[in-house]
């Protein structure tokens, strides 16, 4: 690992331990050219898949989007970034398992609609108007009862 301060390769690790519940390790190196430490961080590569959209089309599987669909429904909602963080770690963490190379977007939103039901039931409603296609107040209401069933 190169030192991100003096560019040499002499680095070596003085601390390990699990970060991010466990799905990442985080190490303490130091630099033994300059003695300056930093920190990096360790992960799982995951092998890259195509998502199926609704028109058939396919493009390659990006976090951000499932990210900023959440980020949005939870929108002045009483929930952190690290819950979030954590409900898109537990999807992936499912659809990698699957090993398949292409999944359709209605599986990932339905996973996503589960954990979002019992993390806040508000911002599940407005994940659902918006991947549902919510076409009229009858609609949102039907939802609406399931959840108060």
Do not use: W
């Amino acid at each position: 690992m190169k030192c991100p301060f003096c560019g040499k390769e002499n680095t070596r690790v003085v601390d390990s331990r699990p970060a991010d519940d466990s799905n990442s390790i985080r190490r303490r190196r130091q630099c033994d050219t300059c003695q300056k430490r930093f920190t990096t961080y360790e992960k799982i590569e995951m092998l890259p898949f195509m998502v199926i959209k609704k028109d058939n089309n396919r493009e390659p599987y990006r976090r951000e989007k499932l990210e900023t669909g959440i980020v949005r429904s939870c929108h002045k909602r009483p929930v952190s970034y690290d819950q979030i963080t954590a409900l898109v770690d537990e999807v992936e963490n499912i659809i990698f398992s699957m090993e398949e190379k292409e999944i359709s977007s209605y599986q990932i939103g339905e996973l996503l609609m589960e954990r979002l039901k019992v993390l806040d039931q508000v911002a599940y409603v407005r994940f659902a108007s918006v991947y549902r296609e919510f076409k009229d107040v009858n609609t949102f209401m039907d939802e609406l009862k399931k959840i108060l069933e």
